[in-house]
Nanobody, 127 residues
Framework: QLQLVESGGGLVQPGGSLRLSCAAS????????IGWFRQAPGKEREGVSC????????YYADSVKGRFTISRDNAKNMVYLQMNSLKPEDTAVYYC????????????????????WGRGTQVTVSS
């Protein structure tokens, strides 16, 4: 069974922090580039951050640059998204996805491409 499962979402005050986790089973993440994406009600899905298979290079959307950090631990088959200084406009369902290394992380984030997708975790930023 091939599966990605997100966790760590919830309700947080503006300015607060959350760390999202993405756990893979049925395949090894070390052969894939990974992305975090989000979708708010009535809006298109957008790429938040993507990372190379080794973790050596990262990409961030302008809206989250300096606030969010993507990381991975291939030995644990896990990917993380640390979110700091959260804003109400960050409210969305957040998804992780894994993609074959034939495309760049910039393309993955720009086109919301992935071979495997999780079901998502809700992040709500509200006072």
């Amino acid at each position: 069974q091939l599966q990605l499962v997100e966790s760590g979402g919830g309700l947080v005050q503006p300015g607060g922090s959350l760390r999202l986790s993405c756990a893979a089973s049925g395949f090894s993440l070390d052969a894939y580039i990974i992305g975090w994406f989000r979708q708010a009600p009535g809006k298109e899905r957008e790429g938040v951050s993507c990372i190379t298979s080794s973790g050596g290079s990262t990409y961030y959307a302008d809206s989250v640059k300096g606030r969010f950090t993507i990381s991975r631990d291939n030995a644990k088959n896990m990917v993380y998204l640390q979110m700091n200084s959260l804003k109400p406009e960050d409210t969305a369902v957040y998804y992780c996805a894994a993609q074959l290394r034939s495309i760049t992380i910039q393309t993955m984030c720009a086109r919301s491409l992935g071979a495997y997708w999780g079901r998502g975790t809700q992040v709500t930023v509200s006072s």
